[in-house]
């Protein structure tokens, strides 16, 4: 079905509306893109990686699953409900360097004795797909996009993006905005929102703080393991990193 600009704007209200209302984690914050979303992944698919110099680890992306299954997976790029309103990845998995997904168990299990669990909505990235947020994006948020010529974390293995799920009812639990909202509440010292909510947040980022992971200013949800510098930029396909 193909909606006109004027539609895809009047959705990207209601969604606006339904998060104010607290449904954040149902429904993804939505921008219209600046060009179609399949003519930015053919061009992002020709396009050459920035250039880096230095000698780095050699990559050994590990999928989070299969370290611990209680791990849960809402990998909203490989759905219609993500900031772009279509599917970029082709496969729902979350991958990180070994050191950081080791780390990141210890956060699992450490949440685990407090009645929550880790749910991941993006880990490894490929670079092209970097690029296609950024050229999507209108400049106005580009602040919560990762410019391609530079990389990102998550280019590198070593970035994820995660919230909380209760372990008595599987859900994922309110923070103060939902994942990927381009808004001020998405902020980690956002003061909004509700003393349960903050509560819950602060609680996430101490837990990943002990494990060296740091969180990024303007995104509650992202969080980068120290080592990133010694990874490079990677842009291997999710299908190309076997099963």
Not at 20 to 46: C, H, Y
Not at 210 to 235: A, G, M, R, S, T
Request: charged share 25%; net charge positive.
């Amino acid at each position: 079905m193909n909606f006109s600009k004027t539609h895809q704007l009047r959705l990207s209200s209601l969604l606006l509306v339904l998060l104010q209302l607290g449904f954040a984690q149902e429904a993804s914050f939505r921008i219209t893109p600046l060009r179609p979303v399949e003519q930015l992944r053919a061009d992002a698919l020709k396009a050459q990686l920035p250039p880096e110099q230095g000698t780095f680890l050699k990559p050994d992306l590990v999928e989070l699953v299969r370290l611990d299954p209680t791990i849960k997976l809402d990998i909203r790029y490989a759905t219609s409900n993500n900031f772009l309103g279509t599917p970029v990845y082709t496969q729902a998995r979350a991958f990180l360097q070994r050191p950081a997904a080791e780390a990141l168990l210890r956060a699992h299990r450490e949440l685990q004795a407090q009645g929550y669990g880790l749910i991941i909505h993006d880990g490894y990235r490929p670079w092209y797909v970097t690029k296609i947020f950024w050229d999507a994006t209108p400049d106005d948020k580009k602040i919560f996009v990762a410019d391609p010529a530079a990389g990102s974390k998550h280019n590198r293995g070593c970035a994820v993006d995660l919230s909380l799920y209760d372990l008595k009812t599987g859900k994922e639990v309110k923070m103060p905005s939902g994942y990927d909202e381009m808004t001020d509440r998405a902020f980690a010292e956002y003061s909004g929102g509700t003393p349960e909510e903050r509560t819950r947040r602060a609680l996430l980022r101490q837990v990943m703080e002990k494990q060296n992971f740091q969180v990024n200013p303007k995104e509650w949800w992202h969080f980068d393991y120290k080592d990133w510098k010694q990874y490079p930029i990677l842009n291997v396909k999710f299908e190309d990193l076997g099963q």
